[in-house]
């Protein structure tokens, strides 16, 4: 809030207004002082205020010496839908398994203040390749707000990709349709080689034995050169 006489400031001021809610600021204004207002960052679609800047100023006379300045948010609903993927060559095992995941969703109103809870890890749950559109909160999720996905279980995915995973990381939704996804990478196992037959007889003394008569041959054969 600003306000000026004479081409001189008279208030300069930030003040936080609750919605539905009027502040009065304790400072006489003589007549002359014009003011006005702008709003910080609020995540609203559209903000419309009443006395917007200098060429616009309330003005404080005899008959009017107490001024107003009006400002209205408009918040526009946003739609949002979940999505789970599975990947890998384990991909199909998992087909019709159900995931369980963690939606949070914050809306800062102002520079500096606690955002706004709108969801706070609420579950939902989830089948591969299918879309489940956020439409059971009490109210629609406006544009403005910040919404990221968890999944507590990995239900024994190799790995677990969000890209909207955690508040810093957090999607900014707008007026455009928008999703979360969740991508589980499922890989499969080889299985063990099966193990030789095992017939029963020992390869040692037959082995041994048709060496022993090998060389008894080769000998016979020998001797039998030499006469």
């Given at each position: 809030?600003?306000?000026?006489?004479?081409?001189?400031?008279?208030l300069?001021?930030?003040?936080?207004?609750?919605?539905g809610?009027?502040?009065?600021?304790?400072?006489?204004?003589l007549?002359g002082?014009?003011?006005?207002?702008?709003?910080?960052?609020s995540?609203?679609?559209?903000?419309?205020?009443?006395?917007?800047?200098?060429?616009h100023?309330?003005?404080?006379?005899?008959?009017?010496?107490?001024?107003?300045?009006?400002?209205v948010n408009?918040?526009r609903p946003?739609a949002?839908?979940?999505?789970?993927?599975?990947?890998?060559?384990?991909?199909?095992?998992?087909?019709?398994?159900?995931?369980?995941?963690?939606?949070?969703?914050?809306?800062?109103?102002?520079?500096?203040?606690?955002?706004?809870?709108?969801?706070?890890?609420?579950?939902?749950q989830l089948?591969?390749?299918?879309?489940r559109?956020?439409?059971?909160?009490?109210d629609?999720?406006?544009?403005?707000?910040?919404c990221?996905?968890g999944e507590?279980?990995?239900?024994?995915a190799?790995e677990?990709?969000?890209?909207?995973?955690s508040?810093?990381r957090?999607?900014?939704?707008?007026t455009d349709?928008?999703?979360l996804e969740v991508?589980?990478?499922?890989?499969?196992?080889?299985?063990?080689?099966?193990?030789?037959?095992?017939?029963?007889?020992?390869?040692?003394?037959?082995?041994?034995?048709?060496?022993?008569?090998?060389?008894l041959?080769l000998a016979?054969?020998?001797?039998a050169?030499?006469?």
């Amino acid at each position: 809030m600003i306000c000026r006489r004479d081409g001189k400031e008279v208030l300069d001021r930030t003040v936080t207004v609750r919605a539905g809610r009027s502040v009065t600021l304790p400072e006489l204004l003589l007549t002359g002082t014009r003011c006005w207002a702008a709003e910080l960052p609020s995540g609203a679609s559209a903000v419309t205020v009443s006395h917007p800047d200098e060429q616009h100023a309330a003005v404080v006379t005899a008959e009017a010496p107490d001024l107003t300045v009006t400002a209205v948010n408009e918040y526009r609903p946003a739609a949002l839908a979940l999505l789970k993927r599975t990947t890998g060559t384990g991909a199909a095992a998992a087909a019709d398994r159900e995931f369980t995941v963690e939606l949070s969703c914050t809306l800062t109103t102002a520079p500096g203040t606690a955002p706004i809870v709108l969801a706070d890890r609420r579950r939902y749950q989830l089948r591969p390749g299918t879309v489940r559109p956020v439409d059971d909160l009490p109210d629609p999720l406006p544009a403005g707000a910040r919404c990221w996905l968890g999944e507590p279980d990995r239900n024994g995915a190799a790995e677990v990709t969000v890209e909207h995973d955690s508040a810093e990381r957090a999607l900014l939704l707008t007026t455009d349709p928008a999703s979360l996804e969740v991508t589980n990478r499922f890989d499969t196992t080889e299985p063990p080689p099966p193990p030789l037959p095992i017939t029963g007889s020992v390869p040692g003394p037959w082995a041994a034995g048709s060496l022993a008569l090998l060389l008894l041959g080769l000998a016979a054969r020998y001797a039998a050169r030499r006469w």
